[in-house]
Structures are given as C-alpha cells and as structure tokens.
C-alpha cells in the first residue's frame, strides 16, 4: 500500500477476505489484488474463471512458505535426531514426553487445520502410534507450551510454518532444528506436489537437502488483468516486490507483542523503508520507468 501511495495511487484500506471470497472477488473485479497468496496450497480454491480475468505476478517471497517440524537444538544435537524416524527410538521418546504417556509429545495444531490431517497422516504411516503423541489445541497455546517448555531446557517437537513469529522467537539453526519426514509418503489430494515438499538451503536444517513432508509454497500478488494492464506501474511493482521471510516474521512477532495496532503497522513499515532504501528506491524507479515505456 506504501509503495502504491508513493508511486501516486489511492489505496483503501486492506479489507479481511476469505481465500475463496477474495479469489472470486479479484475474478469478478471488485479487489483489484492482495499481496498474499499461497501456491500450490490455494489452488484449489480458485474460481473456474480465474485464470480468464487474474493471475499471480512476482514472488513476495519465493519458496518462502515453509512448514514442517522442528526440535530444540540441544537434543537434536545431543540424541542425533534427523528425523520423525528417530522418535522410535526409547530414549528419544523419555526425552520429549512431557505428560508420562510414554510417548514423545508432539506440539501441533488445532482440530480443522488440513496441517493437522498430514501430522495424523505421517504418524500413522510412519509406524508412529505408540511413540508419537499428536497434541492438538489452539496453535497460540500450543506455542506458548513451546516456549515453556524450551525455556525449562526440555525437548521439545513441534511444527511450524514461515513466515510465522514462532520462527523469530525460536530461530532455526541457533534455537531449534528443521528435520526431516523419514520418506515423502503424501495424503493423495498432495501426491502431485510431492517434489515441493523437499527443499535445499534451509536455514537450521539438519541436512541439505530436507524432506520436510508438508509443500513449500510460494507467496504471491494475486491481481486482476484489467487492473494490471491499465497500470504499468503497478505491475512492474508486482513483479519486484520482495520481503524476506526473516523481515516477515519479526513484524509478526511485534504484532504478537502487542504492536498490532494500524499505527504501530505504519511505523513497522517505515522501519523497513528506512533499513531498505536500496531496494525500496528501486522498487520506484522500476515502477515509474514502466508507466514512462
């Protein structure tokens, strides 16, 4: 919206849409774009006429849509764990299990989530029933359990997604560890992204490449082709527009520290702005030489 503003556009204020209501409403024209789709996940919630009157432009974040499951760093290390795989092995499981069931407790989402349906799905096709305890429950409490139990100096496992504030407050490859699936075996609606849920250069992953058994998405501008063809300018901003998931991330933490106000936004970005003036005048200058060709 800054950058719109800048390069001499009125933006409304963001309006809070479903997936499915917004890809109908960029399809039909009444939204021009929004800066957050996630692909391949959302596809299937694209309308049949979709690829008609929108489309995906640049990558806010490429690959940047990561989830899988991660443990604490001084138990990864200490037990070698590389994978779900490692959790049959009995020590492991006393380490991790925090509630006396016998079985290492897995912090992971809440009922509904499709996330939740592939953990069930990876526990029971990995031969993890008896070692593995799925915890289900609102991800905020669950993470709050993370924290704690972190903080105590226990093992912890738990799955996230990037960009998240979870990832800020515990960062992989100094607090916690990615590992991997022990092979990609996928629910059968995810069997053609198979080969997106293996990724290389992962930061505090435990090998290189990681199967991390959950897709990596890419996050996307999503926007409405009569729009885009009226506004060169936008466009090529569509194209350029890039913010790291590390930057992403730490605003989120903020905002789940109670800076989540408008205001407290505005100041997040000008923060960014000012730390990004490279990037951000290009950014300008590339929109404005498109609107000048």
Same mark, same amino acid.
């Given at each position: 919206?800054?950058?719109?503003?800048?390069?001499? #556009?009125?933006?409304e204020?963001p309006?809070?849409?479903t997936?499915?209501? =917004?890809?109908?409403?960029?399809t039909?024209?009444?939204?021009?774009?929004?800066?957050?789709?996630?692909?391949?996940?959302?596809?299937?919630q +694209?309308?049949?006429?979709?690829?008609?009157?929108?489309?995906a #432009?640049?990558? @806010?974040?490429?690959?940047?849509?990561l989830q899988?499951?991660?443990?604490?760093?001084k138990?990864?290390?200490?037990?070698?764990i590389?994978?779900?795989?490692?959790?049959?092995?009995?020590?492991?499981?006393?380490? =991790?299990?925090?509630?006396?069931?016998?079985?290492?407790?897995?912090?992971?989402?809440?009922?509904?989530?499709k *996330?939740?349906?592939?953990?069930?799905h990876?526990?029971?096709? #990995?031969? +993890?029933?008896?070692? *593995?305890?799925l915890?289900?429950?609102?991800y905020?409490?669950?993470?709050?359990?993370?924290?704690?139990?972190?903080?105590?100096?226990?093992? @912890? &496992? =738990?799955?996230?997604?990037?960009?998240?504030?979870?990832? #800020?407050? +515990?960062?992989?490859?100094?607090?916690?560890?990615?590992?991997?699936?022990?092979?990609?075996?996928? +629910?059968?609606?995810?069997?053609?992204?198979?080969?997106?849920?293996?990724?290389?250069?992962?930061?505090?992953?435990?090998?290189?490449?990681?199967? &991390?058994?959950?897709v990596?998405?890419?996050?996307?501008?999503?926007?409405?082709k009569?729009f885009?063809?009226?506004?060169p300018?936008?466009?090529?901003?569509?194209?350029?527009?890039?913010?790291?998931?590390?930057?992403?991330?730490? $605003?989120?933490?903020k905002?789940?520290?109670?800076?989540?106000?408008?205001?407290?936004?505005?100041?997040?970005v000008?923060?960014?702005?000012?730390?990004?003036?490279?990037?951000? $005048?290009?950014?300008?200058?590339?929109?404005?030489?498109?609107?000048?060709e």
């Amino acid at each position: 919206r800054r950058a719109l503003s800048e390069l001499g #556009y009125e933006v409304e204020k963001p309006k809070m849409l479903t997936n499915p209501m =917004f890809y109908t409403s960029v399809t039909q024209g009444t939204i021009d774009f929004w800066a957050n789709s996630w692909f391949p996940n959302q596809i299937p919630q +694209l309308p049949k006429n979709f690829s008609e009157n929108a489309a995906a #432009y640049g990558y @806010v974040v490429k690959a940047g849509g990561l989830q899988g499951y991660l443990v604490d760093a001084k138990h990864q290390k200490k037990f070698n764990i590389t994978s779900l795989a490692d959790f049959k092995r009995p020590e492991v499981q006393r380490a =991790f299990d925090h509630d006396g069931d016998g079985k290492a407790d897995l912090f992971g989402a809440p009922d509904g989530w499709k *996330v939740t349906e592939v953990m069930a799905h990876h526990i029971e096709t #990995y031969g +993890l029933e008896d070692h *593995v305890n799925l915890k289900k429950a609102s991800y905020n409490a669950l993470f709050a359990d993370v924290i704690g139990t972190h903080a105590a100096g226990k093992g @912890v &496992l =738990f799955y996230t997604w990037t960009p998240n504030w979870s990832v #800020y407050k +515990l960062k992989p490859g100094k607090d916690v560890m990615w590992i991997n699936v022990p092979e990609i075996k996928p +629910l059968p609606e995810f069997a053609d992204s198979a080969d997106k849920m293996v990724a290389s250069g992962i930061v505090g992953a435990v090998s290189d490449p990681i199967k &991390l058994g959950f897709v990596i998405n890419d996050i996307r501008i999503v926007a409405n082709k009569k729009f885009v063809e009226a506004n060169p300018a936008a466009k090529k901003l569509f194209e350029v527009f890039r913010v790291s998931v590390a930057d992403i991330s730490a $605003q989120n933490a903020k905002m789940k520290n109670g800076e989540n106000k408008m205001k407290d936004i505005e100041k997040h970005v000008d923060e960014w702005i000012a730390a990004h003036q490279e990037t951000w $005048q290009s950014w300008l200058k590339q929109a404005r030489d498109a609107a000048n060709e």
